[in-house]
């Protein structure tokens, strides 16, 4: 089946705009996880939504950054008055709660760029 | 708060030769799960492998095996006759309860470049 999909593949912005980065998780998983990854990092927590809620934003870095899910499907990540600082790949992740070890699958990132 | 350790920032393999991938981490949850997870230069973070802590067996799968020692904290990812297609970043991460819900907390990765 269809993995995990995010789009834009690639975001160029300039410092102070708004962005937003979407997420298509696997049909039938509940759980949808933000993290973002900086260069030569491993990724970080930002947000984890199970159904329409967002259950955790503790990873959120500031209020800049919001993200919905308002089906409990697709979810979108946003980001106001963009810094350079926030530039960075952004990785969607789902699961299946209950699945053998509420395993997180990927998709390929949006790649961030904040001139 | 939990804690993952990668401490080879890079490794290099000959081509059909094992290698392995060390992970330590740290954590007083006497429940907790660890996986490994391969990034190619596409970006992608694809799955690879899962231990659970309570699991009797180190887990493998195809040419990816898990030498999981939990005395020491450690969950070693072992490649066995690697391919070039091999190539890519690796991480080991640990799942992490929240209230609702776990994240991962991962290390800092490994570069593993396979020569033919």
């Known amino acids: 089946g269809a993995g995990v999909s995010q789009t834009p593949s690639n975001k160029v912005t300039e410092k102070g705009k708004y962005v937003e980065l979407r997420c298509d998780p696997i049909s039938g998983h509940t759980a949808l996880y933000w993290y973002r990854q900086s260069l030569g990092q491993g990724p970080e927590f930002l947000i984890y939504f199970q159904g329409t809620g967002a259950a955790d934003d503790s990873g959120l870095p500031n209020d800049r950054f919001f993200a919905v899910r308002p089906e409990g499907s697709v979810s979108t990540l946003k980001i106001q008055r963009t810094e350079r600082g926030d530039s960075a790949v952004y990785l969607c992740?789902?699961?299946?709660?209950?699945?053998?070890?509420?395993?997180?699958?990927f998709g390929p990132g949006t790649r961030l760029t904040v001139l | 708060a939990q804690k993952i350790t990668q401490t080879q920032p890079g490794m290099f393999v000959q081509e059909k030769e094992a290698v392995t991938l060390d992970c330590t981490y740290d954590t007083s949850d006497p429940s907790y799960g660890l996986f490994w997870y391969k990034q190619p230069s596409s970006g992608e973070m694809i799955f690879l492998i899962y231990?659970?802590?309570?699991?009797?067996q180190n887990a493998t799968e195809g040419r990816y095996s898990l030498n999981f020692q939990k005395a020491r904290k450690s969950a070693n990812l072992v490649i066995s006759a690697s391919q070039l297609g091999d190539s890519a970043m690796y991480f080991c991460?640990?799942?992490?309860?929240?209230?609702?819900?776990?994240?991962?907390?991962f290390g800092a990765g490994t570069i593993l470049r396979v020569k033919s």
């Open positions: 991460a640990m799942r992490e309860a929240m209230e609702y819900g776990n994240k991962l907390v």
């Open positions: 992740a789902s699961s299946f709660p209950g699945g053998v070890g509420d395993t997180q699958y």
């Open positions: 231990q659970g802590s309570y699991d009797q």
